[in-house]
């Protein structure tokens, strides 16, 4: 039986599936930049987002039922959210970067590139969406956070 949209609640494990779309939109918006800026920049970026998902994963897996899983959860939950951290300040310096040329920031399938304007108005797009993604998975992040730490007062 499925529930009400207006009823649902957000899933305590909600922070995996949040990781997962920070590190897929992550890797759109850096495969969607000429080949000059990505070979530059993808990498650590990437390694980055891998890292939130790695940790958060980890994290998900560990049940707190004693004072080490507990540890050793909260150590999981704390390195995804200072990889989470660095990814949108690499994500910050990504998007001013590209702003200083954002005409030479896309490149379409015949070679051309597209108009300043265009180009403003697609990083604008999409490192806003990125952006609040990565706030919606902080606040998952310190919510899993303080629940665990409830538990074990």
Known sequence: MSVLKNKRTTSKAEFVNTANHIYTE???FLTRLSARYARLMAENVVRLAS???????KANSIYPSDEARRAL????????????MALDVQMAHVYELCMLNPQGCFT???GQTEKAAD??????KMAQSLGEKIDEE???LKAVLKSDRGRTK
């Open 51 to 57: 890292e939130v998902v790695e940790h958060s994963e």
């Open 108 to 110: 379409r399938a015949n």
């Open 73 to 84: 959860r909260e150590t999981h939950l704390l390195e995804a959210r200072a990889s989470l």
């Open 26 to 28: 992550t890797m759109q």
């Open 138 to 140: 902080d606040g998952l």
């Open 119 to 124: 180009a403003v108005a697609k990083l604008d």
